[in-house]
């Protein structure tokens, strides 16, 4: 498979490590049970669960709850550390729209053990995102219409807008822990409405200004 971001330019930045924000959404947060963390909560997908447009994607035999989560995505251009959040847009290449796919049943085992979520989170094809496009087209990444759609059915609707951290403020704390690389790229949280995923169902993800991201489940 080719583990490469492309742009609707035709550029091309091989897949990184991806960051993903959790409850950055104050309603998906209340919706989960959990309160809002006091600071960005942070966990990690390998560049093996990126999967491109118009993947099918399996169930994990381990899981009998797959969750759509919509998000959108930020694709890092450049190496960077410890960046201001006044400067934090001139590392970015470019915006998509991605699916956190979570299997439910195997977060909520390892919550119950304080155990980490690298099962639940970051399985092979975990991480379906759109073709993206440069950042230049995209003139505020915190005003984006988002949603997902189950066969046609709108599951998801919100905005960036709602986000809790900005993009500036999540590159800013991201970068001020690890060192962020060109190919990296950040999930900046989903809004409520998240739910179970069907073997036959086909899913459309949306985000303003971005190329559709379309995947089935098999």
């Known amino acids: 498979m080719n583990r490469n971001f492309i742009f609707t330019d035709d550029t091309q930045i091989p897949v990184g490590t991806m960051y993903c924000i959790g409850r950055n959404y104050s309603a998906h947060a209340k919706e989960m049970g959990v309160e809002l ?12 669960a990126f999967v491109p447009n118009q993947t099918a994607i399996n169930i994990p035999s381990i899981s009998k709850n797959m969750h759509h989560e919509v998000e959108m995505v930020v694709i890092i251009g450049k190496d960077c ?103 990296d790229c950040i999930f900046t949280g989903t809004p409520e409405g998240v739910g179970r995923l069907e073997s036959g169902d086909m899913v459309t993800a949306e985000l303003q200004g971005v190329p559709i991201l379309e995947i089935s489940i098999v």
Do not use: C
């Open 81 to 183: 550390s410890h960046v201001t959040a006044g400067d934090a847009l001139d590392y970015v290449a470019g915006y998509a729209v991605g699916i956190d796919l979570t299997l439910r049943d195997v977060q909520a085992i390892a919550k119950q053990r304080g155990e980490p979520w690298a099962i639940a989170k970051g399985f092979s094809g975990s991480a379906p995102i759109s073709t993206a496009v440069p950042a230049k087209d995209i003139t505020n990444p915190n005003d984006l219409s988002i949603e997902l759609k189950v066969n046609g059915e709108i599951r998801q609707k919100g905005s960036t807008s709602m986000m809790e951290r900005t993009v500036e403020q999540l590159i800013e704390y991201v970068a001020s822990i690890f060192t962020l690389r060109e190919g």
């Open 37 to 48: 963390p006091e600071s960005a909560l942070v966990f990690i997908k390998p560049p093996t």
